[in-house]
C-alpha cells in the first residue's frame, strides 16, 4: 500500500539552528500538507501545498517557515532558526485532490531543539 | 480557539466491551467528520468518517454517530479488543472563511484492558 515517508524519523538540534524535515508523499497526489503534534496536544495544520505553491497556512507558520518541492518527490518544511517551542512532532501528509478529506499520513519527524 | 474539542483525554475500557469516544464542534459550516487512530511512533491512520448529510456511518466494529443539532458526534467500537489501544482523533472538515479545512481533536487514548 501507498505510503507517505518522512526522514529523518528523530532530529535534536540546538537552539537557532535551521532544520530540514523531508517527506516523500504518495506519487500521485497533488496536495501537501504538514501538521504538527507539540507533546500531549492536539494535531495543529501548518500549511498546505499545491501547484508547487502555499495554498494556504495556519498562524503558527510565520517567517521562519518555509516549504519547498524541490524535485517531483520530495517535499521539505525548512525551519531558519529553531525555538524551544518548535519541538514536536511533525507530520507530513498527502491527498490526491483538493477538497479531500482523507489525508494519509507519515509517521512523523520528531524535533527536539535544546 | 478549539474548534473540535475531545474532552476526554482518556478512555479505559474492558476488552470486549464497548468503546465510546465523544467529539465536539462547535463550527457549523464543517460538513465532514473523521476519526483518526495514532500508535505510539505512527502518523494518525484514517479509521472511519461520516458526511453531514447521515446520522451514523459503520464500518465492522466501528460505528460513527452525528448528532448535527447537538454538534456532536462519537465513535462506538464493539467489541473493543486490545488492539484497539492507542489515541483517537476527532477531526472535521468543511470550507471555513473561504478555505477548506481539516481540524483536529485534542485526541483522546483509549486503552483495552483484556
Known amino acids: 500500500e501507498p505510503e507517505v515517508t518522512q526522514t529523518p524519523s528523530h532530529q535534536v538540534t540546538q537552539m537557532g539552528q535551521e532544520v530540514i524535515l523531508r517527506c516523500v508523499p504518495i506519487s500521485n497526489h497533488l496536495y501537501f500538507y504538514w501538521y504538527r503534534q507539540i507533546l500531549g496536544q492536539k494535531v495543529e495544520f501548518l500549511v498546505s501545498?499545491?501547484?508547487?505553491?502555499?495554498?494556504?497556512k495556519s498562524e503558527i507558520f510565520d517567517d521562519q517557515f518555509s516549504v519547498e518541492r524541490p524535485d517531483g518527490s520530495n517535499f521539505t518544511l525548512k525551519i531558519r532558526s529553531t525555538k524551544l517551542e518548535d519541538s514536536a512532532m511533525y507530520f507530513c501528509a498527502s491527498t490526491p485532490r483538493g477538497g479531500a478529506n482523507v489525508l494519509t499520513f507519515g509517521a512523523g519527524s520528531r524535533l527536539t531543539v535544546l | 480557539d478549539q474548534q473540535v474539542k475531545q474532552n476526554s483525554p482518556s478512555l479505559s475500557v474492558q476488552e470486549g466491551r464497548i468503546s465510546i469516544l465523544n467529539c465536539d464542534y462547535t463550527n457549523s459550516m464543517f460538513d465532514y467528520f473523521l476519526w483518526y487512530k495514532k500508535y505510539p511512533a505512527e502518523g494518525p491512520t484514517f479509521l472511519i468518517s461520516i458526511s453531514s448529510i447521515k446520522d451514523k456511518n459503520e464500518d465492522g466494529r466501528f460505528t460513527v454517530f452525528l448528532n448535527k443539532s447537538a454538534k456532536h458526534l462519537s465513535l462506538h467500537i464493539v467489541p473493543s479488543q486490545p488492539g484497539d489501544s492507542a489515541v483517537y482523533f476527532c477531526?472535521?472538515?468543511?470550507?471555513?472563511?473561504?478555505?477548506?479545512?481539516?481540524?483536529f481533536g485534542q485526541g483522546t487514548r483509549l486503552t483495552i484492558n483484556p
Open positions: 501545498f499545491y501547484n508547487n505553491e502555499i495554498s494556504e
Open positions: 477531526a472535521a472538515s468543511g470550507w471555513v472563511q473561504g478555505a477548506q479545512k481539516l481540524v
